[in-house]
């Protein structure tokens, strides 16, 4: 087994986030919505191959990402973007 120091918090208590990959797709402009039909793939770093052992017998994946191109935090969002709808916190969308 394979195994990987790991430092994810600093002495002034920040965590650190190391990237393992990179999910690309065809979408080449922020939006904020549609993705129903678009279809990513998830390309990981060299080294990281053995870590997929076993996963082709699970249904679910849970991806934890970075949406490395958001220059701005807001408190309050429309779902989606869309205007019908009211504003709710960010902890609520999903």
């Not at 979408?27 to 678009?38: A, N, P, W």
């Not at 220059?71 to 709808?85: D, W």
Request: proline share 6%; charged share 20%; with cysteine.
């Amino acid at each position: 087994m394979e195994e990987l120091p790991i430092e994810p918090v600093t002495a002034e208590g920040q965590i650190r986030i190391e990237p393992i990959g990179t999910v690309r797709s065809r979408v080449s402009d922020q939006q904020t919505g549609g993705f129903e039909l678009v279809e990513s793939v998830i390309e990981l770093r060299a080294g990281f191959e053995s870590w997929l052992e076993g996963l082709v017998d699970y249904s679910h994946l849970i991806v934890v990402y970075w949406l490395s191109e958001q220059t701005k935090a807001f408190s309050q969002t429309r779902p989606q973007g869309n205007p019908n709808v009211p504003m709710i916190g960010m902890f609520a969308c999903r």
